[in-house]
Structures are given as C-alpha cells and as structure tokens.
C-alpha cells in the first residue's frame, strides 16, 4: 500500500463530512444486520489520519482465552506509592491550573469490582502542553507539573485521583484540528483480555463534534461513557473541582480465582 | 450528553434554593451502559503519540534479569501498511513460568531481580524495534503449544491488538495447537518467533499488508 499523500490544507468540514458519512454508513450496517453499533472504535477510521496504515485489513481470528490470557499481572501496593495518585505534588511548588478530582469505580461486565489493580495516567498540562520530546506545541511547560500518576483500585473497585484540569491541544491530523481536553488512562482488568487504554474527556467540551479520535467510536451512548460526570459531593470546599468516571471492562468470565475472592464472585 | 437534560442555571424556572447537585442525573447515576441493561463497555482510545514519559518504567523490558540461565530475548519491529518501521509503539508481554501456570507474584513493576512476574512492557526505538528479556513459557495443557501474549498499542491504532508469539522450535507441538490449526496456513508464520540466535527469537510485528500479523479476538471486540 501507498503512503497518501500528505493532506496539510485539509479543513474541518472536510474532516466532519467524512465523520459524518461514515457514522452514517456504519449505523445503516449496523441496522441492516439488526446487531448493536460496537462500543469500541473502529480501528479503520480514516478521518484519524494515523489509522490508514496501522489498521488490519483482515479479520481478527477468533481465539479463545486459555489461563494466561483469563488472568492479569499481580499489581499491588508495593509498586505504586500513595502519593502517586496526586500529581500536583510531585515538585516542590504547585502547579498552574484548575485543581480537579477523578474518582470512580472500576468493574467488570457483570458490575464486579476490578480490585487491587493498576491504573496508569497520563496528560497534558493546564497550558495543553506534554511533557514529551516530540510534543511541539507553542505553550509553556509547567516546572511544577509532569502529568504521570498511578494508582491501585481500592477493594470496591474505586480509585482516587488529584490533578489539573488539561487544556486542549492543536495536532497535525487536518488544518485546525484541536484535541478536546482529555486525560489518557490506562488499565488492566481481572483478565488480560480486559486491557483497556482510553481517555477520559470533560463534560460539554464544543470539540467533541469536531474530533476524529473521540468520533472514531460510532455508537453515541458508548462515546458519552468516555465522558466524565461533574460531582458537587466530589468538589471539596475551597480547594477542587470534582469528576465521577466508572469504566467497565468486559470481556471473557475468568474461572480463574484468587482464594480470597473465592466468595464474591 | 446525557439522555435527560440538568436544569439550566440560567433558565426561567431554576430556584438556586432548591438546587441540590445530587438530584441532578448523572451525579451517584448508574453507568451510562446501565440503561440498556448489563453494563457497557468503556470503549478504548489510541494510546496517542506522547505516552513516552509515562508508560515505560525502569526494568519494564526485562520479565527476567538477562544474566540469568533462563533467561531469553523476544524482540522486533512494529511496521505499518508501506513496511516502516513504527517509532511510536509499544509493546506488552504476558506469560505463563516454565510450568505453564501465570505468576501471582505481587509486584510486576517493583520486582525482585530474581523473580518472574510475567509481564513485560517495550516502547519501541526510532527504528520501531522492541526488545524483552523473559523465559521461555510451559504449554499450558497438553495439547497446546507455549507462546507469549503480545499486545501492541500505538498513536493510530484506536484499540489496542492482540496477537501471541509461539516458538518455532516447538513444531510438534505447534502442529497441535488449536489457535494455530485454526488460521490460514499462508498467515500462520506471522505467529511464530524465529530463533535467531542462541535464546534469542524474533517476532516482527505488521500491522497491515504483506505478512501482515494474525491479530486475535478473545470475545472482546465490542
């Protein structure tokens, strides 16, 4: 295959248009074979610039999961210290922008907790700005701001976390592209299966429309899930802004069991 | 959005007296997936480009300390749909001890030089090459052949993929294997690591076009 052309001068309403055609062509699939739209994004997407030569053009072969691949990595405390769940303290000032809590729960298909694993973050800063070579954009670095946190999931499935609300950043997918505010998490769930790398975005961000990444998924009610909730019983008095986020990751039933979770399946 | 609207602040009827956030929808609100009966799933995004200062960690390639007697290489490139190479992947590992059983070991990223955990995790080079130090996993039953899970994330793949890389020095018992029966033997090569080198294997990995990857679904493509 061809690498296309490099397309600089492509506007927004060219990048819309094709957004919208293909919603359009997968709902009409989607109705005629009378199935549900997916829930994950397609991997084909070619309003995302990046997708046309890293999707694979055959299908996925149909594995079914043997022990490994049922259970996860053994995660725990002694890898993620407590402070690494607040990233506005990890230098010696405080960083610059909107203080904000996320908090929710991690769960299973079945609404199970996802206990005692690993959650990774990432994000730009308050300015839309990366700590990363490669991040080119025109805006200030934060001295006291990195944007790298982890955390365990508590027993309930919960997590905590403290940082500064991201700003949106311009990418070089079309002319004027702009990335909603978003923060990148990673996790793993109670089967390696159930991996998951998503981003979580702000409610009422106007970029939504406009992004191909958060429009690569198709289904509406399955990209609202990426959206976080405004919490006033999470905002703390004179001090953060608060969001609710839940992630639930599906997949394979493990039949696979730690003795201590031996009753609450 | 949400499917019911929360009371505009700025209309005609909002009693600033009477507001209460907790009422509003949304906040303490069931999943969003719950509506439609079972919890739906949290869709995936692309890892993105800068992931490069946070996912790494000291040690992440090497499941097992190279200078042990066990230990072997699993390496390659990542390349895409015109064959380069893919400077911004990254790799993960996941796999079962010589018996064939996966570790409970705690402590994957803070672990004991001696130990095994399993799981591995690469961010590829300029020349989008990986490379892991990790021992040669057990079948897990009879009847399967012994391979590692290998999952790639990379800015332009909106879902992570999943993929396993068996050994070519089991041929009789990948003949055996039931994944491996079951793809097309014109694509079953791009299973299995070649050794190159004394306990070393190599698994290139191609997202697309000639010798492109067998990529797997677990039942999770939703």
């Avoid at chain 2, 609100?29 to 995004?45: D, E, I, K």
Wanted: no cysteine.
């Amino acid at each position: 295959m061809q690498r296309p052309a490099p397309q600089p001068q492509t506007t927004q309403r060219q990048v819309s248009d094709e957004i919208a055609e293909r919603h359009r062509s997968e709902v009409d699939a989607a109705a005629s074979a009378g199935r549900a739209l997916a829930a994950h994004p397609r991997r084909d997407f070619a309003p995302y610039r990046s997708t046309v030569l890293r999707h694979p053009t055959h299908e996925l072969v149909r594995a079914d999961p043997e022990e490994i691949e049922l259970v996860s990595p053994a995660f725990g405390h002694t890898d993620v210290a407590a402070e690494e769940a607040d990233l506005t303290i990890q230098h010696t000032g405080e960083p610059l922008g909107e203080r904000i809590i996320v908090t929710g729960r991690v769960l299973d298909g079945e609404g199970r907790p996802v206990r005692n694993q690993l959650i990774e973050i990432w994000q730009a800063n308050a300015s839309g700005r990366y700590v990363h070579k490669r991040d080119q954009h025109p805006a200030p670095l934060d001295p006291n701001f990195t944007g790298v946190g982890r955390v365990i999931t508590g027993d309930d499935g919960s997590y905590r976390i403290t940082t500064i609300k991201p700003g949106a950043y311009p990418w070089k997918n079309h002319r004027n592209a702009w990335r909603p505010a978003h923060i990148h998490f990673s996790f793993f769930g109670s089967a390696f299966t159930q991996r998951l790398i998503t981003q979580m975005y702000f409610p009422g961000d106007p970029l939504f429309a406009l992004d191909p990444i958060y429009q690569s998924i198709v289904d509406p009610a399955a990209r609202e899930r990426l959206v976080a909730t405004y919490d006033h019983d999470v905002s703390e008095p004179e001090w953060a802004i608060g969001y609710r986020w839940d992630v639930v990751l599906t997949g394979p039933k493990s039949t696979w069991m730690e003795p201590e979770d031996a009753d609450h399946a | 959005m949400p499917e019911t609207a929360p009371p505009d602040p700025t209309g005609p009827d909002f009693d600033d007296e009477a507001f209460d956030a907790a009422d509003l929808p949304g906040s303490h609100a069931p999943h969003p997936g719950a509506h439609r009966g079972g919890l739906g799933q949290t869709p995936s995004q692309t890892v993105g480009p800068f992931f490069g200062y946070a996912l790494p960690y000291a040690g992440g390639p090497d499941v097992r300390a190279p200078w042990l007697p066990d230990a072997i290489r699993l390496h390659g490139t990542v390349s895409d749909g015109a064959g380069d190479p893919i400077p911004d992947a990254i790799v993960e590992i996941w796999g079962a001890d010589a018996a064939g059983r996966p570790s409970t070991e705690r402590g994957s990223f803070d672990r004991d030089a001696h130990g095994f955990a399993g799981f591995g995790r690469a961010a590829v080079d300029r020349a989008g090459h990986y490379a892991f130090t990790t021992i040669k996993p057990g079948a897990a039953r009879a009847g399967s052949a012994p391979y590692l899970l290998v999952t790639v994330f990379a800015r332009g793949v909106t879902h992570h993929l999943f993929t396993r890389a068996y050994f070519a020095d089991e041929a009789a018992a990948n003949a055996s294997d039931p994944l491996l029966a079951r793809v097309d033997e014109s694509r079953r090569g791009t299973l299995v690591a070649q050794a190159d080198g004394p306990g070393s294997y190599r698994f290139d990995i191609r997202l697309q076009g000639e010798g492109e990857t067998v990529f797997l679904d677990y039942g999770t493509e939703v």
